[in-house]
């Protein structure tokens, strides 16, 4: 196979070699919950993610069915479906990056936090093979309630004694893809150059946008940021509701969790400055767990970066969702401790 590796490099032009699948290194990507509305889409994106060689798909039930679909795609990975309990250790094995969809969805009129009685149980128990079969992968927790399934998931990896902050985090990258839509919908910018920061936590006022540092800049009125941010903070209501009974977002939050996982896996891979924002833990406020940017590395997180200036209406948010986001992280914490 040398042979033909050296083969296959004489026949490329030099300049593509930095980009060729053996420059690449071997990565194993997990989805738990991959038969679902996220799990699905989100699958085949991370089977078209050229990063990933390995990936390993599970769920209570139907992943054999999407595993077979999504193998047939002709891109580098291999795919590999798991079902049940028996099968969630070889699923998690040798793993570099989990991604957590599992779990029930919101119906029109239920908060995230009407999730919890459900999902804290799904969470505490596939965290408890994570830290068994793969502790030391990097955890994308997608699970909703975020602001209580991350500090779930931390108290279930401290009892293992495996725990590293650098490794976990709450995927809000959905609060950022709307966030984005949405400026440059109103600020009339090209979309693709648009980058806005969006911090706190993953449910209503606990969603900060910081639209004062969204760039391009645009001259945009306070009427229209205060719109803007009610717009993002209420984005995942806006498609509970457009629904009607069926779910949440889906094909929107597969493409933000296949964001997110790229750049874990480039930060993993040692690209340099990629950086997103994500609910880790954190100390740039009081709070022990707080979505912000931060830069990704070989070892997860490698620097959780600072608020920047805020304008007056972003302070006053900030002070605004502290209690809820607080009190959210507290019951996470006391359900991992008395479960
Ligand atoms: P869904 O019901 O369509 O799919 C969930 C999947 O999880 C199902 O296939 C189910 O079989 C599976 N599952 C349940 N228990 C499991 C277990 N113990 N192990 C493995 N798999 C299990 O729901 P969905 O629309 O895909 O949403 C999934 C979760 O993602 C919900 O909690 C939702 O609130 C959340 N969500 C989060 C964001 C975010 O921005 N972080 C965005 C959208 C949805
Ligand atoms: C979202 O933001 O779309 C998700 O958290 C799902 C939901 O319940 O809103």
Redesign the pocket.
Same mark, same amino acid.
């Given at each position: 196979s040398s042979l033909l590796r050296s083969v296959k490099t004489l026949a490329r032009p030099t300049t593509a070699r930095a980009y060729s699948v053996d420059s690449v290194p071997s990565r194993k990507v997990t989805v738990?919950?991959?038969?679902?509305?996220?799990?699905q889409p989100l699958s085949l994106l991370m089977k078209l993610n050229p990063l990933v060689s390995q990936l390993a798909l599970?769920?209570?039930?139907?992943t054999p069915g999407v595993a077979a679909d999504v193998s047939h795609i002709n891109s580098r990975s291999e795919v590999a479906g798991y079902m049940g309990d028996d099968q969630?250790g070889l699923a998690l094995e040798g793993s570099d990056v989990v991604i957590i969809?599992?779990?029930?969805?919101?119906k029109p009129g239920m908060t995230?936090d009407d999730?919890f009685n459900i999902?804290a149980g799904?969470v505490k128990?596939?965290c408890t093979a994570i830290a068994k079969y793969c502790p030391h992968a990097i955890v994308n927790?997608?699970?909703?309630?975020?602001n209580s399934t991350v500090p779930i998931a931390a108290e279930v990896f401290k009892k293992a004694g495996i725990y590293d902050e650098k490794k976990l985090f /709450?995927?809000? #990258?959905?609060?950022v893809v709307r966030a984005k839509t949405f400026y440059a919908g109103k600020a009339n910018v090209n979309v693709a150059e648009v980058n806005v920061p969006v911090v706190g936590g993953?449910a209503g006022v606990t969603i900060l946008p910081l639209f004062s540092q969204a760039t391009p800049k645009a001259n945009l009125s306070q009427d229209d940021i205060q719109a803007l941010t009610k717009r993002t903070q209420d984005g995942?209501t806006e498609v509970v509701e457009a629904k009607a009974g069926k /779910?949440?977002? #889906?094909l929107s939050?597969a493409y933000?969790?296949a964001i997110f996982a790229d750049a874990c896996l480039k930060g993993l891979n040692g690209v340099p400055d990629v950086v997103e924002c994500s609910y880790v833990q954190s100390t740039i406020t009081e709070l022990p767990f707080f979505a912000s940017k931060v830069r990704l590395g070989k070892n997860g997180v490698e620097e959780v970066l600072g608020l920047g200036p805020l304008s007056d209406y972003e302070k006053g948010g900030l002070e605004k969702l502290k209690p809820e986001l607080k009190s959210s992280i507290e019951k996470g914490i006391e359900f991992a401790k008395k479960n």
């Amino acid at each position: 196979s040398s042979l033909l590796r050296s083969v296959k490099t004489l026949a490329r032009p030099t300049t593509a070699r930095a980009y060729s699948v053996d420059s690449v290194p071997s990565r194993k990507v997990t989805v738990l919950g991959a038969a679902g509305g996220i799990g699905q889409p989100l699958s085949l994106l991370m089977k078209l993610n050229p990063l990933v060689s390995q990936l390993a798909l599970y769920d209570i039930g139907g992943t054999p069915g999407v595993a077979a679909d999504v193998s047939h795609i002709n891109s580098r990975s291999e795919v590999a479906g798991y079902m049940g309990d028996d099968q969630l250790g070889l699923a998690l094995e040798g793993s570099d990056v989990v991604i957590i969809p599992a779990g029930v969805p919101r119906k029109p009129g239920m908060t995230r936090d009407d999730l919890f009685n459900i999902n804290a149980g799904i969470v505490k128990s596939l965290c408890t093979a994570i830290a068994k079969y793969c502790p030391h992968a990097i955890v994308n927790m997608i699970s909703n309630p975020v602001n209580s399934t991350v500090p779930i998931a931390a108290e279930v990896f401290k009892k293992a004694g495996i725990y590293d902050e650098k490794k976990l985090f /709450g995927v809000t #990258t959905l609060d950022v893809v709307r966030a984005k839509t949405f400026y440059a919908g109103k600020a009339n910018v090209n979309v693709a150059e648009v980058n806005v920061p969006v911090v706190g936590g993953h449910a209503g006022v606990t969603i900060l946008p910081l639209f004062s540092q969204a760039t391009p800049k645009a001259n945009l009125s306070q009427d229209d940021i205060q719109a803007l941010t009610k717009r993002t903070q209420d984005g995942g209501t806006e498609v509970v509701e457009a629904k009607a009974g069926k /779910g949440s977002a #889906t094909l929107s939050m597969a493409y933000a969790g296949a964001i997110f996982a790229d750049a874990c896996l480039k930060g993993l891979n040692g690209v340099p400055d990629v950086v997103e924002c994500s609910y880790v833990q954190s100390t740039i406020t009081e709070l022990p767990f707080f979505a912000s940017k931060v830069r990704l590395g070989k070892n997860g997180v490698e620097e959780v970066l600072g608020l920047g200036p805020l304008s007056d209406y972003e302070k006053g948010g900030l002070e605004k969702l502290k209690p809820e986001l607080k009190s959210s992280i507290e019951k996470g914490i006391e359900f991992a401790k008395k479960n």
